[in-house]
């Protein structure tokens, strides 16, 4: 198993930034790419980015292209989203994912693992 705790969701006025961070235990072994995904209010739960572990390779959604950026510290076993330029519309609960594949992908059912979700309000 693996365990996946979010963590750095807040409040924060339009324009501002936020960096959150997942922090992976267990077997982090069998974890190749990490994402993150977001659902706002009354909306399903949608894509955001995802890297891969060995070779760092990204993809974003277009929603948040140019404004926020993942990373990893492998040896941390942690992956960060840094959120820059916020926007009302990026208000809503985050989640990180794990998936035992190094192939970098968008859809919700590809990953095996997902953490509890941290808030994220973008205030206008």
């Known amino acids: 198993q693996v365990q996946l705790v979010e963590s750095g969701g807040g409040l924060v006025q339009a324009g501002g930034s936020l960096r959150l961070s997942c922090a992976a235990s267990?077997?982090?072994?069998?974890?190749?790419?990490m994402g993150w995904f977001r659902r706002a209010p009354g909306k399903e739960r949608e894509f955001v980015a995802a890297?891969?572990?060995?070779?760092?390779?990204?993809l974003y959604a277009d929603s948040v292209k140019g404004r926020f950026t993942i990373s990893r510290d492998n040896p941390k076993n942690t992956v960060y989203l840094q959120m820059d330029n916020l926007k009302p519309e990026d208000t809503a609960v985050y989640y990180c994912?794990?998936?035992?594949?190094?192939?970098?992908?968008?859809?919700?059912?590809?990953?095996?693992?997902w953490g509890q979700g941290t808030q994220v309000t973008v205030s206008s």
């Open positions: 890297i891969s572990w060995s070779d760092g390779n990204t």
């Open positions: 994912a794990a998936r035992g594949s190094g192939i970098v992908q968008s859809r919700e059912w590809g990953y095996d693992y």
């Open positions: 267990g077997r982090t072994s069998s974890t190749y790419t």
